[in-house]
């Protein structure tokens, strides 16, 4: 009899442990796959591309934005009056909100004059649960073999991404 209760009572942790979420410690899809997600992506005149119209062997800095953030709009013009230090980087600007509202942004910072920017709207939201994006912006950076290296969320420094992508 006290073999049975040792038996049930060491089993009693794998019993439990069983019952906790599994997702208590996943990590967030961009982390699982660290490459630059496919999710198609319609430009302002209409057109929708993927990753796969990216530019290859060059690095590339996804910069998620609400077309109403203040944070995003102060780091889309420290963006622009530095842009020189960008030369290197393909920038795709990605927004949840519909083309239409994109293109006031669009229009307003005059992003069609930059040719290393790309802005898309994603209004499936599919790249929000992807970056498990909760604050605005959100920035990610991924080498020439578009392979991730660096994301932040919410404010950042054009110092701090300029470290990565200077690498």
Same mark, same amino acid.
């Given at each position: ?15 439990? @442990? ?27 005149? /209409?057109?929708?591309?993927?990753k ?13 934005f ?14 622009l ?20 509202? @994109?293109?006031?942004?669009?229009d ?9 920017i ?16 909760h604050?605005?912006?959100g ?11 660096? /994301?932040?969320? /919410? ?13």
């Amino acid at each position: 009899m006290r073999y049975v209760f040792f038996v049930i009572l060491s089993c009693l942790p794998v019993f439990l @442990m069983a019952q906790t979420p599994a997702n208590s410690s996943t990590k967030a899809p961009y982390l699982q796959y660290p490459i630059i997600p496919a999710f198609p992506l319609s430009l302002v005149d /209409g057109h929708t591309i993927t990753k796969n119209d990216l530019k290859k062997n060059e690095k590339t800095m996804l910069f998620v934005f609400s077309v109403d953030c203040d944070h995003c709009k102060h780091l889309t013009e420290e963006m622009l009056k530095n842009i020189d230090k960008f030369k290197k980087t393909q920038i795709v600007m990605v927004t949840p909100f519909r083309v239409e509202q @994109m293109k006031e942004y669009y229009d307003h910072y005059k992003i069609q004059n930059y040719p290393n920017i790309i802005m898309a709207s994603e209004p499936s939201r599919q790249i929000m649960y992807f970056y498990d994006l909760h604050y605005f912006p959100g920035l990610y950076i991924y080498n020439k073999k578009q392979q991730f290296v660096k /994301g932040f969320e /919410g404010t950042v420094k054009l110092d701090s991404l300029l470290l990565y992508l200077n690498k």
